[in-house]
């Protein structure tokens, strides 16, 4: 990959510093994936813990045979979040001879025999373990790793649509992912499509060459990756900027749990003045409750932006984090909780389908900022395989503020108080209505997760 922006970075690049550029727009976010595989000459490694073959997955997919047909290598490793119902294109994909996929942690039978039902038991422990981790790397030069997954939901496809953030990255943060997707393409949880279907019937590629969603409109008025990058201020370049991943061998349960989460705590407690978190899915348990107290009774100003109920429909983990709002608001930690923009048709205990807000991101101060794929809930820090991005700019950590500050704001999000033992939810200024219970959910919603609060079921969470 020969381009204007690494051209005229190729001194930063071989001084090991990272450039950086913050996308936050869900539109903006599939039109960078698109310019960087269009942009592709050598190779594409995609990980994933989702991707569809919907409007936005299927345009990507039609991106990325169209960069096999041009010779580029690809490589794509899924988790198998979904035994079975996306098989049909991955084999499609396998069958072309520049692309090979392989499946994390995959289920081994394919089909829904009795067979089938037998692993889901024999093998309930290990299959509750996924790889979270999200990564698109182009030529080894561009990288762009975040929260986001691949499906219409993540671009404003969707009737509810996640916010998110990603980070487009040059430089040594390339390189670091580059190692991560390595380490996870070798690993023993990651075996190629062809032994998961050792008498497979080819299918053919060229359904995929086909996008319902149009490629012009994605990308708008750019034709480069160039033209995006300096159309949204151009790259921040930094140094000492980290790409972490848990190892693979973390779902196996022996010995790696929580190394990602134990390489970010002693960063989150160096906070001095200010720490900000947002999670879709937060569940502090008390060692995390404590810490957060700890820090504000010495001096830190401590802020948590979540899902509210009516805004999520992972009850359980809702459940479980409503233990634990008193205790922090006592402690003087500020909790916030997004209100949704439309309500999901459908609850559903562990699935993410409805949520509104998908961001995985921390502040520390105002030097240090990481943005990933890990939620604070113990199934990030001790089960999934996580990812994410340890940034020192204080201009981009300025940018992430300001993006969390708009989060915030009362038309967006609920701030939490108490009133005596009672939690109150106050949004708007203007707003004389006083909000006592989960503002805006179902008796059902608020009956489940009330369930959940009282089941030992937090460390599956």
């Not at 919907?54 to 997919?61: E, H, I, K």
């Amino acid at each position: 990959m020969d381009t204007a922006i690494t051209r005229a970075n190729d001194d930063q690049i071989a001084a090991g510093k990272s450039g950086l550029l913050l996308v936050a727009d869900n539109r903006a976010a599939l039109a960078v994936r698109v310019l960087a595989a269009r942009s592709a000459t050598t190779t594409l490694d995609l990980m994933y813990y989702i991707l569809r073959n919907d409007r936005s997955g299927g345009l990507l997919l039609k991106e990325i045979v169209a960069a096999a047909d041009r010779g580029v290598k690809v490589r794509l490793l899924i988790d198998d979040i979904n035994p079975q119902s996306s098989d049909e294109t991955y084999l499609a994909l396998n069958s072309h001879d520049n692309i090979q996929l392989r499946l994390f942690n995959p289920a081994g039978m394919r089909n829904g025999s009795i067979f089938r039902w037998l692993e889901l038991v024999s093998r309930a422990f290990a299959m509750t373990r996924r790889m979270h981790a999200k990564a698109f790397i182009a030529d080894r030069r561009i990288a762009i790793v975040g929260g986001r997954n691949i499906g219409d939901e993540y671009f404003d496809q969707a009737q509810t649509n996640f916010r998110d953030l990603d980070l487009l990255m040059l430089g040594r943060a390339v390189d670091d992912t580059v190692a991560i997707f390595e380490r996870y393409w070798h690993c023993d949880e990651a075996r190629p499509l062809q032994l998961l279907h050792p008498k497979f019937r080819r299918r053919s590629v060229h359904v995929l060459r086909e996008a319902e969603r149009d490629a012009g409109e994605v990308m708008g008025p750019f034709e480069t990756i160039d033209e995006f990058v300096a159309a949204n201020g151009g790259l921040h370049w930094a140094d000492g900027t980290r790409v972490l991943a848990d190892p693979p061998e973390k779902v196996r349960g022996r010995g790696f749990r929580s190394w990602l989460m134990r390489e970010l705590m002693p960063l989150i407690q160096s906070a001095e003045r200010r720490l900000e978190i947002v999670s879709p899915y937060f569940i502090p348990g008390r060692k995390g409750s404590a810490i957060l107290a700890d820090l504000e009774q010495r001096g830190v100003s401590v802020s948590v932006l979540t899902n509210s109920l009516a805004a999520t429909d992972v009850a359980a983990v809702h459940g479980a984090y409503a233990n634990y709002r008193k205790r922090l608001l006592r402690a003087g930690v500020a909790l916030y909780e997004f209100h949704p923009s439309s309500r999901p048709k459908r609850i559903s205990i562990f699935g993410s389908k409805g949520a509104s807000l998908h961001t995985k991101a921390f502040t520390v101060d105002e030097r240090l900022g990481f943005i990933g794929s890990l939620n604070f809930d113990p199934r990030s820090v001790s089960l999934n395989a996580e990812m994410g991005v340890v940034f020192e700019d204080p201009d981009l950590v300025a940018a992430l503020l300001a993006h969390f500050e708009a989060e915030r704001d009362p038309d967006v999000s609920y701030r939490l108080t108490l009133e005596g033992n009672r939690l109150r939810w106050n949004r708007s200024k203007g707003e004389k209505k006083q909000r006592y219970g989960e503002p805006k959910a179902s008796v059902g919603r608020r009956l489940l997760a009330f369930i959940v609060r009282w089941l030992p079921i937090e460390s599956q969470l």
